[in-house]
């Protein structure tokens, strides 16, 4: 396939481009931001993505401010920049879109049995407000113009997890690669929310819609365990273990 990523500079863009091009897909990374093997351009633009994704197969839409800010920000990063590429897409005929959103977006849903995709929004942020009006947004698209788009409500992307938290919603390098490539490869998309955490022991996140796009994550958390656990278990950790979004649910300022 030829896929366009957007976010191709940052830490998630540049493992999941490299491994879409270890995997034989043709990938053009582009970015807000300068960096080697990667197109600098403004993805809020829509005149100037569609040259860029005129041809392709499909967008990996990984753009976006990655910390919390004000609801402009929120808004513009991930809002505006997603319609951007949306309407690009439309323009140029390109089906499918794979979308980084964010477990934030149910962030203040309680730790208590098994989290669906269903579960209702629940954002902990204005980055969590963001990620879902920009699922809806995909929503749209789908239903208005006949699009292909997963959503991926991805965990914590590291190369190793690091809090007691992270045993549980933990996405490695490579089980995000499998996440994505599933995605694009899925021959019965249509609009999927989907959790990108790999496949850890203490995980409570439904991985079935993942497993129906033909996402088999590979990694496990439960191989850091010992190591994380070797420190005590602080007041940050105990209150990370109520919500989904951990730290971020609690009063400003204590993350």
């Not at 967008?59 to 401010?65: E, F, I, P, S």
């Not at 323009?91 to 269903?118: C, D, K």
């Not at 602080?234 to 009063?251: H, I, L, M, N, T």
Request: a negative charge.
């Amino acid at each position: 396939m030829r896929v366009v990523v957007t976010g191709a500079a940052g830490n998630i863009g540049r493992t999941v481009s490299d491994g879409l091009r270890e995997k034989g897909h043709e990938v053009t990374a582009v970015d807000q931001v300068q960096a080697e093997g990667v197109e600098r351009v403004d993805v809020s633009n829509t005149l100037a993505m569609v040259p860029l994704v005129d041809g392709a197969d499909a967008v990996v839409h990984l753009a976006g401010y990655p910390e919390e800010g004000s609801l402009q920000t929120a808004l513009h990063s991930h809002v505006n920049t997603t319609h951007s590429i949306l309407e690009a897409m439309r323009q140029t005929g390109v089906p499918r879109i794979v979308y980084a959103s964010s477990a934030h977006a149910v962030g203040f849903t309680p730790s208590e049995g098994e989290l669906s995709v269903r579960t209702r929004p629940r954002p902990d942020t204005f980055y969590g407000v963001g990620k879902i009006a920009a699922e809806a947004l995909s929503s749209l698209y789908v239903d208005r113009f006949g699009f292909a788009a997963a959503c991926l409500r991805i965990g914590a992307f590291l190369d190793r997890p690091m809090t007691r938290q992270h045993l549980a919603i933990w996405l490695s390098p490579g089980d995000a690669v499998r996440l994505v490539e599933a995605c694009l490869t899925a021959p019965d998309l249509t609009f999927a929310i989907v959790h990108g955490v790999s496949a850890n022991t203490r995980g409570w996140w439904d991985l079935e819609p993942g497993r129906a796009l033909g996402y088999h994550p590979q990694d496990d958390a439960e191989a850091f365990a010992a190591d994380i656990e070797a420190a005590p278990e602080s007041e940050q950790d105990r209150f990370a273990a109520r919500y989904v979004g951990g730290p971020f649910c609690a009063p400003y300022g204590y993350s």
